[in-house]
């Protein structure tokens, strides 16, 4: 590995490795969608633009500058599935399992880049959590691909074009991609609700993060005679994953009952809530032209899209259990305790001021690209503009359409962002840290005020 040797040499970080593999993979990916077989006949794109896409699929964002179904053939369709891929699971697992299909020992230095990429905290077992995190997703977009390939032959004319359908939208859906081939998102099944709950399902199982999958695979298949005993880490995300979508749900119902939801059944106005909710963590899908909705609506998406899914995820944002520490923190603090104690577990101190770093961090980064876009394009308003930064740096892909008429200035910065997302805040942040020195001495400590 000619590339791999020439990084150790210049001592590189995994960390650095891992940013300019991705970003390898972007030039590749723009490469792909620069081919003439990519696009329909006598459609072209733009260098800038096949660069937006490349990195939205990359990023598994969804936003894009360029209507897929108008201007992408069949080919490029399935290329932008292989890149929803490769940046759904991740560049080192999707590369470890091409290292061993060719029967290529995975070493130590491989090890510690699936480490940086995956966001783990140690190297045993990685080799194993690479191949199960890769056959479980594929699993997954097969049983999705073929439920919705065979609901949708009551919509398309041939077998063939009924199954595209399926497996784009079910690798779309797993890998919290957005991307779609209808053209309309899936507005087309806003009344079927047999689509819109396969896709939650599949956005679920994307954004939950790859290690509760694997524990539910172990609870699933075991067979001790000890109570079976999940992680701190399932449980927090869990629970902070299905709060947040009650959250979500509850407050669209509210907020819309009077306006987009006035004139809805309850079932109706139900599926428009919690899909929107579901797929605002991530997914980036919609069953509704979102600008029907209010502004506190398109505020609170905002808000749980900058959230984002779970570490170790197909999604991005500042995600779910960094959210969490930061908030009990908050809570411990104001109950006079020192140490953050939740389902019989302490979290270590190291892991609650990482969360503080990675929240001051992504809300300085969000602040600056929205007063940059306020600036860079002043003919639109702060809404749309805090809207669609939230979407890229959440890497969900939802939009008010936005994105479609910026200028090259605008989509460079949203480019940029749907990048930090895919390659994470903490992930960057080692990116630019500089080895750890040991203090050999200290100053005399002294208060100050805060707040």
Do not use: C
């Not at 605002?280 to 979102?290: F, H, V």
């Amino acid at each position: 590995m000619v590339p791999g040797m020439k990084l150790k040499q210049l001592r590189l970080s995994p960390f650095q490795v891992i940013f300019l593999l991705y970003l390898s993979g972007a030039v590749f990916a723009s490469i792909l969608l620069l081919l003439p077989a990519a696009h329909k006949p006598g459609v072209d794109i733009s260098f800038i633009d096949a660069i937006f896409v490349a990195v939205s699929a990359l990023s598994v964002t969804g936003l894009t500058p360029v209507s897929t179904v108008d201007t992408f053939s069949t080919t490029g369709y399935f290329f932008i599935l292989l890149i929803l891929q490769v940046g759904g699971v991740g560049i080192m697992t999707f590369s470890s399992m091409v290292w061993l299909l060719f029967g290529k020992r995975i070493g130590m230095r491989e090890r510690q880049l699936i480490m940086a990429d995956q966001n783990r905290t140690d190297l045993s077992g990685l080799v194993k959590l690479m191949r199960e995190i890769f056959l479980l997703i594929l699993a997954i977009e097969a049983v999705g691909a073929l439920v919705l390939g065979i609901h949708f032959i009551q919509y398309y004319p041939t077998i063939s074009e009924a199954f595209l359908h399926g497996l784009f939208a079910s690798v779309s859906a797993t890998t919290n991609g957005g991307f779609d081939i209808t053209g309309a998102s899936l507005i087309p099944y806003a009344n079927d609700y047999f689509v819109q709950v396969v896709n939650m399902v599949l956005i679920i199982l994307g954004a939950i993060g790859f290690p509760v999958l694997i524990e539910i695979k172990d609870f699933l298949t075991y067979r001790g005679s000890r109570k079976f005993a999940f992680s701190l880490f399932t449980k927090l995300t869990v629970t902070m994953y299905v709060l947040l979508a009650v959250i979500g749900t509850a407050g669209l119902l509210l907020f819309e009952r009077n306006h987009f939801l006035a004139d809805k059944v309850w079932h109706e106005s139900f599926f428009y809530a919690l899909f929107q909710s579901v797929a605002s963590r991530s997914g980036g899908l919609a069953t509704l032209d979102l600008n029907d909705f209010s502004s506190p609506s398109l505020l609170l998406l905002s808000v749980l899209m900058f959230i984002g899914a779970s570490p170790s995820s197909v999604g991005g944002g500042l995600r779910t259990t960094t959210v969490a520490i930061a908030a009990l923190s908050v809570f411990t603090f104001a109950r006079g305790k020192n140490t953050i104690k939740v389902f019989h577990r302490e979290v270590h101190p190291i892991d609650a001021h990482r969360s503080f770093v990675v929240l001051a961090t992504g809300t300085f980064i969000w602040a600056v690209s929205v007063i940059a876009l306020a600036y860079l394009e002043p003919e639109l308003t702060l809404l749309p503009i805090i809207y669609e930064v939230s979407s890229a740096f959440g890497t969900t892909g939802s939009t008010l359409g936005v994105t479609s008429v910026i200028g090259t200035p605008a989509k460079m910065i949203l480019i940029v962002l749907m990048f930090i997302g895919r390659v994470g805040l903490f992930s960057l942040l080692f990116l630019i840290r500089g080895k750890e020195i040991k203090d050999s001495y200290h100053y005399p400590k002294e208060r100050i005020l805060i707040g």
